[in-house]
């Protein structure tokens, strides 16, 4: 019964898209349009698709935003549907349909798995019906501990997972959060920190997992192995999105927003290991800029680190998102006066999506672009990169989650007691009081163990 149910949901789901490749056909006037043919080559496919799309259309593809802007509304039900609007292309004038979203599920998807297979089924249904050329959507949530949703399994957080000296701990965590993630309908994890830990101050050292490079390095490798594997258009699979890039670790005020003053040497032999790692070693296919300013330049607006370094130099292949609201850091630095001026330089340096709901990437690049200011070549150039993930993760030919399988994975039992793992491995211990360690081996459980160690502390 239970095969036959999930063998009529797929069903259903193929004739929805083969509906809307019909719609396209009809549209279009095309025989075989070749974006919509999966044997072709993907460079085919981009640049047909690309050579169908309107300015709008294009600048509506590098949007990502969070979903916890109140741009989006101030509450859930409002933004839920503006969510559909923003798929459908009907939310602003301003650009065309959206890319996808960040942060979705974790901000109004409270339910669980059912509801958060089901909602993003719907986006895609909205995205292949109600839009010109039925690109699918492509949803991101944070994964620095798990996939952050409600209802996914909670592993330990950066610094006790790194603690565990573990890479096939590292290996079954993020392979973990992966399947969970796409089971629900979530295409990349991001929040995977790359940035070693240096200065007390941070507020955001637990994300990230070690002081050591060395280590830090086969971490990231081991990560990125785990969330893309091989295929990434494997149902248990995701863009592993790295963060931030080139680092935001070791700031001059302690804030992340502030500028690195740390020197070229330094930022290659100390900083540089972990993003060799993720994307050398393992080819990362997602990162996020950061903050801060380095070299007086903030990294948003940086063709060094952006583009020179992380792309010909480190071999990124990949998409670059920005940080949340982070072509504001252009505007607080004094860099540019207006979004506008901000959107030019970013897009320049190398950044392709927007993920929160910032001008720079929508209504004032459509006029930049009209005015002459932005060559239509740097729209094209970050439209391409995330036209070709879309392709790569197969969302134009398998768009849709199967709901009972999203339950079934999300949180499981197997999860849990991974979970449980990564926590008793991630213990460390500070100072052996009173040669409380070794345990004795006669101990009649793991709990007296436990008020062995709570003596210990009272006396």
Excluded at 262 to 273: T, Y
Excluded at 327 to 333: A, G, I, K, P
Aim: some cysteine; proline content about 5%.
């Amino acid at each position: 019964m239970i095969a036959k149910k999930k063998f009529w949901c797929l069903a259903v789901a193929a004739g929805t898209v083969m509906t809307s490749v019909s719609i396209i056909l009809a549209q279009t006037g095309d025989s075989t349009p070749v974006y919509l043919d999966p044997k072709r080559p993907i460079d085919e496919r981009v640049d047909d698709l690309m050579s169908r799309m309107t300015l709008k259309e294009k600048v509506g593809q590098l949007n990502l935003p969070c979903v916890y802007v109140d741009e989006l509304g101030r509450d859930i039900p409002a933004k839920a549907e503006a969510c559909r609007k923003f798929t459908a292309g009907t939310y602003t004038q301003e650009i065309g349909p959206a890319c996808g979203f960040f942060t979705l599920a974790d901000e109004i998807l409270k339910q669980g798995a059912r509801q958060q297979a089901e909602y993003f089924n719907e986006l895609q249904r909205i995205a292949l019906t109600q839009t010109r050329l039925k690109i699918p959507v492509m949803q991101d949530e944070e994964g620095t501990h798990g996939a952050m949703f409600p209802g996914g399994t909670v592993f330990p957080e950066g610094l006790a997972v790194g603690s565990s000296f573990d890479l096939d701990l590292v290996k079954a965590i993020y392979a973990a959060a992966a399947a969970e993630a796409r089971a629900v309908g979530v295409h990349m994890l991001s929040t995977l920190v790359m940035e070693v830990d240096r200065d007390p101050r941070m507020g955001r050292n637990e994300e990230a997992y070690t002081e050591d490079p060395c280590l830090y390095m086969r971490i990231g490798e081991t990560i990125v192995r785990a969330t893309q594997g091989y295929d990434i258009s494997a149902p248990d699979k995701v863009i592993a999105v790295l963060t931030d890039f080139p680092t935001q670790s070791e700031p001059t005020s302690g804030l992340e927003r502030g500028a690195i003053e740390v020197s070229d040497r330094s930022m290659r032999e100390n900083f540089m290991p972990p993003w060799i790692g993720a994307i050398t070693k393992a080819g990362g296919l997602g990162v996020m800029a950061g903050y801060p300013e380095i070299e007086d330049v903030p990294s948003h607006a940086s063709v060094k680190w952006m583009n020179d370094v992380l792309r010909h130099e480190i071999g990124f292949q990949g998409v670059v998102e920005s940080e949340g609201h982070g072509f504001r850091t252009m505007q607080y630095e004094h860099i540019v006066p207006t979004q506008k001026e901000a959107g030019l330089l970013g897009l320049r340096a190398g950044v392709d999506l927007n993920i929160t709901y910032e001008p720079a990437y929508m209504g004032p690049l459509v006029e930049s672009v009209e005015e002459g200011r932005v060559p239509i070549s740097l729209v094209d150039r970050a439209l391409r990169r995330v036209l070709e993930v879309k392709f790569r993760l197969g969302l134009f030919e398998n768009p849709y989650v199967n709901v009972d399988h999203a339950i079934q994975v999300v949180h499981s039992q197997a999860n849990q007691d991974l979970a449980l793992r990564a926590g008793r491995e991630g213990i460390v211990l500070l100072k052996n009081d009173k040669n409380l360690l070794p345990l004795k081996r006669d101990l009649r459980s793991w709990w007296e163990s436990r008020r062995r160690i709570f003596l210990c502390k009272e006396s």
